[in-house]
């Protein structure tokens, strides 16, 4: 069961330039291993609030964000040579509840980890967005592929702050596709049971 | 006679270690999950942890951008005379480590009524409790939030039994455990009141992954709770596979008459502790 010739170590993943037009973007499948380079905006809990807000306020996304990327992340300070010694990932789903108004704003696409809600997934599909998946716990790894940050908004915020970042070739999966296709409820009906009866807890 | 500066600096090297090197049996432990993990994309995934591994200790880089809340359990030995100002000495070494290796602060000043950052990722959480002989054993846990938030705590009654144990275990990383970066180390607590089981979840982690419970039947028990749990198919990164838990390590405790309380503290697959003795 389970066992397929796609996916990574058996494709070479699809480059993806961001910002993405939506015609990219419709082009990828839940499940492709992708490469992502160009500019992404951090944004955790509290940003996101402060996003709100501001949409609320004006009707449109502040500091330039249309079209663009929103990355579930806080980096560690500048290390190793690098603009941030660690970089992946938060939980997606605690952002759930305001990204329905941003990808109608014109959010394209978001990074994080972890499953998201039904109103995600149908807003995705209603606006032609992506939600890709970054490993979590990578993040130093992740951080090799981040080439430059710069403060944008709210620094007050700390690991919460608006950040720009540049982003060669960032691995990811496409979890949830422009159509509305979710990685992670096809992996749970094709994985479930799949593991042996004696597990592997040594 | 142990001077509460001593701990402090016990705190920061656990804290600077813990930060950018995967816990050896952790590491062990990824390796074997490789073998056994039946998902290419799976493999991958944990391909990719194993590197993140090797990057963070080369680089002296902190294995995750979510450095945590920092955990200091201090273990006193009986005949030991510890003096000072205790928290204080371990909230400065906390500062410092953070500053010093450059990593992230994520302190709320209080959950509710001002969320502000601290900056410095004081205060720790400190527990105490004794062990015969003299010395304190100073560990620490930097716990990230994703996971902690995967985390739970049932009173059951003791009629659930077993089974009810299994089941709400089992229930709560179904529900929780894709978003808290698998594969997961899974501590267990059964038993005590409802503010310490908890605690037993959590100091369930620290035990070493690959050794086995002492007692047969709480050992038979872990291996249920992870073959259960790896047949979720959550898998690597929770993208699916066949590894969802690299172990369930499971603490009991005495508990009242009419209670069965079960905590689930979920790790991550950067999980991260260190322990340093002071003598």
Redesign the interface.
């Known amino acids: 069961m389970?066992?397929?010739e796609r996916?990574?170590?058996?494709a070479a993943a699809i480059e993806v330039s961001l910002p993405a037009t939506r015609k990219a973007l419709a082009a990828l499948r839940a499940?492709d291993?992708v490469v992502l380079t160009g500019p992404v905006y951090t944004a955790r809990d509290?940003t996101h609030e402060r996003l709100l807000t501001e949409l609320h306020l004006s009707g449109e996304l502040p500091h330039g964000l249309a079209g663009q990327t929103l990355f579930y992340?806080?980096?560690?300070?500048?290390?190793?040579g690098?603009p941030?010694?660690?970089?992946?990932p938060?939980?997606?789903?605690r952002m759930d509840r305001a990204t329905p108004a941003l990808l109608r704003a014109g959010i394209v696409a978001t990074i994080g980890?972890?499953?998201r809600s039904e109103e995600v997934r149908r807003a995705c599909a209603d606006n032609g967005a992506v939600y890709f998946?970054a490993?979590?716990?990578?993040?130093?790894?992740?951080?090799?592929h981040v080439t430059d940050a710069e403060m944008v908004a709210y620094p007050?915020?700390?690991?919460?702050a608006l950040m720009r970042l540049e982003l060669d070739r960032f691995?990811a999966?496409v979890?949830i596709d422009a159509c509305g296709e979710n990685?992670?409820l096809?992996?749970?009906l094709?994985?479930?049971?799949?593991?042996?009866?004696?597990?592997?807890?040594? | 006679m142990v001077a509460a500066e001593a701990i402090g600096s016990a705190v920061y090297d656990a804290i600077v270690l813990a930060a950018t090197t995967l816990r050896p049996d952790a590491l062990k432990a990824m390796r074997t999950a490789i073998e056994r993990e039946r998902s290419p994309r799976g493999r991958a995934i944990l391909v990719q942890l194993l590197e993140n591994a090797t990057i963070a200790a080369d680089d002296r880089v902190p294995l995750c951008q979510d450095t945590g809340s920092v955990w200091v359990l201090l273990e006193v030995g009986e005949h030991e005379c510890v003096c000072g100002d205790v928290p204080a000495a371990v909230d400065r070494a906390v500062a410092a480590a953070y500053a010093d290796a450059l990593l992230r602060t994520s302190i709320a000043r209080d959950a509710l009524v001002d969320r502000s950052n601290t900056g410095d990722n004081t205060p720790a959480f400190i527990d105490v409790t004794f062990r015969p002989g003299s010395g304190v054993t100073v560990t620490v846990m930097l716990k990230g939030g994703g996971s902690d938030n995967a985390s739970a705590v049932r009173m059951l009654a003791p009629g659930d039994g077993e089974a009810g144990v299994i089941r709400f275990v089992v229930e709560t990383v179904a529900r929780t455990g894709a978003s808290a970066c698998p594969p997961l180390l899974i501590g267990v607590g059964v038993g005590a009141t409802f503010d310490k089981v908890g605690g037993l979840a959590k100091k369930a982690l620290l035990r070493k992954i690959g050794s086995r419970h002492p007692d047969s039947g709480v050992a038979a028990l872990e291996r249920r709770l992870s073959a259960e749990i790896d047949a979720l198919g959550i898998g690597p990164g929770g993208l699916g596979g066949t590894v969802t838990a690299l172990a369930v390590h499971v603490l009991t405790a005495p508990c009242h008459i009419a209670s069965l309380p079960v905590a689930v503290n979920v790790g991550c697959s950067a999980v991260r502790s260190a322990s340093v003795e002071v003598v």
């Open positions: 389970g066992e397929t996916g990574p170590g058996f499940g291993e509290s992340a806080g980096p560690t300070p500048p290390a190793a690098r941030a010694g660690a970089l992946g938060t939980t997606s789903k980890k972890g499953p998946a490993v979590g716990g990578a993040a130093a790894l992740l951080a090799t007050e915020l700390g690991a919460e691995p999966f979890a990685l992670y096809t992996v749970a094709e994985w479930r049971g799949a593991a042996d009866a004696d597990g592997g807890d040594a």
